[in-house]
């Protein structure tokens, strides 16, 4: 019921090659929750979920950080405010109150040290979902078969060098996440 309503207002929220990247997503989670013993229902209506805000114009975004609470430094970097901006429409206009899911989505850009197995089937589905084609995306699914802690890692290297490379700001606590992942 509320995988109907939600993907019906995902679709109309996104371009098609967003929405296609968001199935993709769906399949994707589900299929590493089945492999690592996550709920799929957890899995699947957190990757519906994850983009519902991501093409929400940047003013639109920042304006919600008056009404939404964020955490901490996230409206530092606008591009990054579409997951908990995702996850306070799940609770508030879906019902959505499994914060395990909630979580997830709040978190599904910058990882966040002691991430659950959840938030990684998020994270690692998201970076490697078929429509992904960057450089660097086989070794994250070779990883993904293996060990969904070393995939995200894996992925967050990349982030890191995209994001040095392009001149762009870091967000610290994906470095925290990082961090945490290698002495996990
Ligand atoms: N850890 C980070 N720190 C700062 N900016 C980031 C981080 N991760 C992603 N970004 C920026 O946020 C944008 C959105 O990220 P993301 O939602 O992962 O992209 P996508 O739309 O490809 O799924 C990226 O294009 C990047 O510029």
Redesign the pocket.
């Known amino acids: 019921m509320i995988i109907e309503e939600l993907s019906r207002d995902v679709k109309a929220a996104l371009t098609p090659h ?1 929405f296609q ?1 968001v199935q993709g997503v769906v399949t994707c989670a589900v299929d590493l929750a089945k492999r690592y013993g996550v709920s799929i229902e957890q899995a699947e209506i957190a990757a519906w979920l994850h ?1 519902l805000a ?1 093409e929400w114009p940047r003013e639109k975004l920042v304006n919600a950080v008056e009404t939404i609470e964020v955490p901490h430094g996230f409206a530092t ?1 606008p ?2 405010l ?2 908990p901006i995702a996850a306070h429409l799940g609770r508030t206009k879906y019902g959505i109150e499994d914060e395990l899911i909630l979580e997830a989505v709040r978190y ?4 966040r040290p002691d991430m659950t197995d959840l938030d990684m089937v998020l994270f690692v589905a ?1 970076a490697i979902e078929p429509g992904r084609t960057y450089n660097g995306v086989e070794a994250i699914r070779q990883a993904a078969s293996k060990s969904l802690a070393e995939a995200v890692r894996i992925s ?1 290297d990349n ?2 060098r ?2 040095v490379d ?1 001149g ?4 610290p ?2 470095v925290l996440t990082r961090n945490a992942l290698l002495v996990r």
């Not at 762009?168 to 967000?171: D, I, Q, S, T, V």
């Open positions: 967003r990247h983009d991501r970097i591009a990054l579409h997951g599904h850009t910058t990882g998201d967050i982030t890191i995209f994001l392009a762009k700001p870091l967000f606590l994906t």
